[in-house]
């Protein structure tokens, strides 16, 4: 392992910290065999007293949950022959009308080029059925796959078609894959407890989770949320819904990125949707102009997140609470960075540099 680039991957880490763009980081980094280098740095919270990060630390992974649980899961029904991703999105709501929307697919809705806003005008409803009805509704704002306009909105009903098709809850189908994924999840000198991706937090794990603070128009706004989505969509729905929700720590997140990793180069040993076929159709880049996206994915450009060392070949999705994945078949590599920046944290612009910055210092020296 490369000292010096490790060093200065930590430094950066803490001078972040310093400048309160966030609390709490883990990182962990590793190839197709198993983790290379893990580390911690800073607290849970900026209050004198909080508990130290560590590699058991849990952090809300926001969405991180739309590539790891909700395109795992519609991959899934699509490699078992249960939905297709070229159906119309009209096949599976009856309120998603007009002539504007007939051409919309699951598949526009994966590479958020369907149409949709980023987010409602109002607060959010209350239960799906509200949600339904408000974004199947609503105005689009471009003609489908016209261009690619990132939308949570998407992924909520993804979300629903998942349950639907699926015939269970989103975390219920998240959590049999992710059983099903053993070699994937070999921590090596880790405990399992500390190799957690999961839906929820219960009690026990609270205190060992990195919290979050509320937007200003949550209604939940004035107190800490340990162990609670931070974002307000996905607390309506009951914590577990497309576009967030699920909650790891980064060996936890790391296991996982081992198992796409594994496939992107080839490896036919996972099982659907992480088989070789279903993880290069999950990865390859849109045909919409202008458009970064794949299927649930983001794909690499020089001015994205994850810097301008990794391969043409590499793919990830960040968070909005600060929380980022990359893989990169190219280096066999993947790139964990879990911070809780929600937490009385830095704006959106620097931990986007901060994430350029630490992939700039690792990807190819580690």
Not at 40 to 60: C, H, K, V
Not at 212 to 218: A, F, H, K, S
Not at 283 to 292: D, I, L, R
Not at 298 to 310: E, N, R, Y
Request: glycine share 10%; aromatic share 8%.
């Amino acid at each position: 392992m490369n000292r010096e680039a490790v060093d200065a991957a930590r430094a950066l880490l803490e001078h972040a910290i310093e400048d309160r763009i966030f609390p709490a980081a883990t990182v962990e980094i590793g190839d197709s065999r198993g983790a290379i280098w893990r580390t911690a740095a800073g607290t849970l919270t900026f209050d004198e007293g909080a508990l130290p990060a560590d590699d058991s630390t849990i952090f809300d992974l926001a969405s991180l949950t739309k590539p790891l649980a909700t395109t795992s899961a519609i991959l899934q029904l699509a490699g078992r022959g249960v939905l297709h991703v070229l159906e119309p999105v009209e096949t599976f709501f009856s309120e998603w009308r007009g002539a504007d929307r007939e051409g919309a697919t699951v598949q526009d809705l994966l590479e958020h080029s369907a149409g949709l806003a980023a987010r409602l005008i109002d607060l959010p409803p209350h239960g799906r059925r509200e949600f339904e009805h408000d974004i199947c509704t609503m105005a689009l704002e471009y003609p489908p796959r016209r261009k690619s306009v990132y939308s949570d909105l998407g992924f909520i009903l993804l979300g629903f078609i998942a349950e639907d098709r699926g015939r269970a809850t989103l975390a219920s189908q998240f959590e049999a894959m992710a059983t099903r994924l053993p070699h994937a999840f070999a921590p090596g000198a880790l405990s399992p407890d500390d190799c957690l991706l999961t839906f929820g937090v219960t009690d026990a794990l609270r205190a060992r989770t990195a919290p979050t603070r509320p937007l200003d128009e949550d209604t939940r706004r004035g107190r800490l949320l340990v162990g609670e989505v931070h974002d307000n969509y996905a607390a309506a729905l009951g914590g577990i819904a497309g576009h967030a929700g699920l909650f790891g720590t980064a060996a936890g997140v790391g296991g996982f990125a081992r198992a796409v990793l594994r496939s992107a180069r080839g490896d036919g040993a996972g099982p659907a949707p992480l088989s070789p076929r279903l993880v290069a159709q999950a990865t390859k880049k849109s045909s919409v102009a202008g458009s970064s996206r794949a299927l649930g994915w983001d794909t690499m450009l020089p001015t994205s997140s994850c810097g301008t060392a990794m391969s043409p070949a590499a793919f990830g999705h960040t968070g909005y609470t600060g929380t980022s994945l990359w893989i990169d078949p190219g280096w066999d590599r993947y790139f964990v960075l879990l911070t809780n920046r929600a937490c009385a944290g830095g704006t959106l612009e620097q931990m986007r540099e901060v994430r350029r910055a630490f992939h700039n210092s690792v990807v190819g020296r580690i």
